[in-house]
């Protein structure tokens, strides 16, 4: 069964401070997704992680897979208020099974 | 482009009511989603649907059923409804195969059973 870990799961930050999400999954595979959910709205796609080493980058956000580690980071570059959100990772089990395992999501705070 | 639309959005129901939650999308995808997600427990798979006519179970299936008729809808429906299912309730949908393409999401039904 596939196990996916998000750490941590609560984030306050300061604006103008960086810092690393990071997802943890138990099994091969090399199809790692990064949602984000605003507060009581839907989740909308960040990044799409399809091999070893694949990094994306959109404004102030970075991630990256690496599947030898079974491990993806979500880099966050001198942060903003707009970018307080809870934060899912998703992985394919790589059987093309047609389903994705989510983490519990990572809840992050900006404050000025 | 609507994308993936749920309804309704909010609904109660009494304990032992039943009813059945709509998703529909016009994204031509072949894979559809329901997920509930409560406080502090991200999201989890109860039913999805490779293609027109085929469900699955996910992992929390018990107390819900499902059925896809149309390409372009998914239902979800409860029997009868119990506290334990006060949630929200999310529909996606996915292109088949190994593609590059993420789930897209609805906007989500909050339901609350008394």
């Known amino acids: 069964e596939l196990k996916v870990e998000q750490n941590p799961l609560f984030l306050s930050m300061q604006e103008g401070k960086n810092y690393t999400i990071y997802c943890n999954y138990s099994t091969t595979s090399d199809r790692l997704y990064w949602y984000r959910q605003d507060p009581g709205k839907s989740l909308e796609s960040l990044f799409v992680l399809l091999s070893n080493g694949a990094v994306k980058q959109e404004g102030r956000l970075m991630a990256s897979l690496d599947t030898k580690a079974r491990l993806s980071t979500l880099h966050i570059t001198a942060a903003v208020h707009d970018l307080s959100a809870t934060y899912f990772c998703?992985?394919?089990?790589?059987?093309?099974?047609?389903?994705?395992?989510f983490g519990d999501g990572t809840t992050l705070t900006v404050k000025p | 482009n609507a994308g993936v639309t749920q309804t309704p959005k909010f609904r109660v129901l009494k304990t032992g009511q039943s009813m059945t939650l709509l998703c529909a999308q016009d994204?031509?995808?072949?894979?559809m989603y329901w997920y509930r997600q409560d406080p502090g427990m991200g999201l989890r798979l109860i039913h999805y649907?490779?293609?027109?006519?085929?469900?699955a179970k996910g992992e929390v299936p018990d107390g819900y059923n499902v059925s896809r008729l149309k390409k372009q809808n998914f239902l979800l429906g409860l029997e009868s409804a119990a506290p334990s299912q006060t949630s929200v309730y999310f529909c996606?949908?996915?292109?088949?195969?190994?593609?590059?393409?993420?789930?897209?999401f609805g906007d989500g039904t909050r339901l609350s059973i008394l």
């Open positions: 998703a992985v394919d089990p790589g059987t093309n099974a047609g389903k994705s395992t």
């Open positions: 649907s490779v293609g027109e006519g085929t469900t």
């Open positions: 996606a949908s996915s292109y088949w195969g190994r593609t590059n393409q993420p789930q897209h």
């Open positions: 994204m031509n995808h072949e894979y």
